[in-house]
T-cell receptor, first 113, second 113 residues
Framework: GENVEQHPSTLSVQEGDSAVIKCTYS??????FPWYKQELGKRPQLIID?????GEKKDQRIAVTLNKTAKHFSLHITETQPEDSAVYFC????????????FGTGTLLAVQP | ETGVTQSPTHLIKTRGQQVTLRCSSQ?????VSWYQQALGQGPQFIFQ???????GRGNFPPRFSGLQFPNYSSELNVNALELDDSALYLC????????????FGAGTRLSVL
């Protein structure tokens, strides 16, 4: 069935270091891959997304890479700051009429000042 | 802010009761999806409504039902509540044809005792 695996489940970095979170999806028909940041008690907030027709997308300190052959995609955060601390979720979707998102299990990122 | 609002914020029910959760989508969005997020887990897709019709459903029993109204509001109804229904319930609105990007509300925290 449809499944998204996400690693690591927790990640602790020093302020200024880089953080990388990796996801693997099972549905080869997936073509849309968003990343959400969820702070404690708050809504999931879309931070970046990528579609299957590109291999990489960057927005300031955040970048996402996609390897369709391996069905892997990754989130890269550079120059981490304490306000980056949150739970990050990857997701995959086929798009189309029912664009349901299949989420990973989340990564708790802690940025130590 | 995403323009997606949910009510109530918190709710406590007892096993066997029925509950209705409400969501107001971002203006103009014709699609609403509902997700269940158990503590420490990623959101799980319940179902999606497009132009007031259900057009996709996840692995949830029929006691989970929904409605979408012409004014972009929607409801999630859960009958015969079980203890395992305790979770954060999130709605997300999107516009078909505009990349299907989903914007989440802050959720309703349901506790079943």
């Amino acid at each position: 069935g449809e499944n998204v695996e996400q690693h690591p489940s927790t990640l602790s970095v020093q302020e200024g270091d880089s953080a990388v979170i990796k996801c693997t999806y099972s549905d080869s028909a997936s073509n849309y891959f968003p990343w959400y940041k969820q702070e404690l008690g708050k809504r999931p907030q879309l931070i970046i997304d990528i579609r299957s027709n590109v291999g990489e997308k960057k927005d300031q300190r955040i970048a996402v890479t996609l390897n369709k052959t391996a069905k892997h995609f990754s989130l890269h955060i550079t120059e981490t700051q304490p306000e980056d601390s949150a739970v990050y979720f990857c997701a995959a979707s086929r798009g189309g009429a029912t664009n349901k998102l299949i989420f990973g299990t989340g990564t708790l990122l802690a940025v130590q000042p | 802010e995403t323009g997606v609002t949910q009510s109530p914020t918190h709710l406590i029910k007892t096993r066997g009761q029925q509950v209705t959760l409400r969501c107001s989508s971002q203006s103009g969005h014709n699609t609403v999806s509902w997700y269940q997020q158990a503590l420490g887990q990623g959101p799980q897709f319940i179902f999606q409504y497009y132009r007031e019709e259900e057009n996709g459903r996840g692995n949830f029993p029929p006691r989970f039902s929904g409605l979408q109204f012409p004014n972009y509001s929607s409801e999630l109804n859960v009958n015969a509540l079980e203890l395992d229904d305790s979770a954060l319930y999130l709605c997300a609105s999107s516009l078909v044809g505009q990349g299907n990007i989903q914007y989440f509300g802050a959720g309703t925290r349901l506790s079943v005792l």
